[in-house]
Nanobody, 120 residues
């Protein structure tokens, strides 16, 4: 069992930056692919970014590419999403997730989410 706890959300003005973090419990963090998702009010949840267990393979959605980076520190059991040049349409609840498989759409564990609000 893996527990995920996100933090770092908040209110930021458009053009600003924010880094959200997700700390995982357990001793096998490096074996999990980690991902960030977001869900805005009235919209479906969308994948934002993912990173392989060793941190080498990364994915960023087109909506955040060029403005965001995903990284992880396996020694700290933590995955980060750095978001720059934020826009109002980045407003959403951001969730981190962990997958035991290196590929595919199945995610085994989810955090409770952290709210990111971007004001115009």
């Amino acid at each position: 069992q893996v527990q995920l706890v996100e933090s770092g959300g908040g209110l930021v003005q458009a053009g600003g930056s924010l880094r959200v973090s997700c700390v995982a419990s357990g001793r096998t963090f490096s074996s999990y692919r980690m991902g960030w998702f977001r869900q805005a009010p009235g919209k479906e949840r969308e994948s934002v970014a993912s990173i392989s267990g060793n941190g080498i393979v990364k994915y960023l959605a087109n909506s955040v590419k060029g403005r965001s980076t995903i990284s992880r520190d396996n020694a700290k059991n933590t995955v980060y999403l750095q978001m720059n040049n934020l826009r109002p349409d980045d407003t959403a609840v951001y969730y981190c997730a962990a997958a035991s498989t290196p590929l595919g759409g199945r995610w085994d564990y989810w955090g409770q989410g952290t709210q990111v609000t971007v004001s115009s």
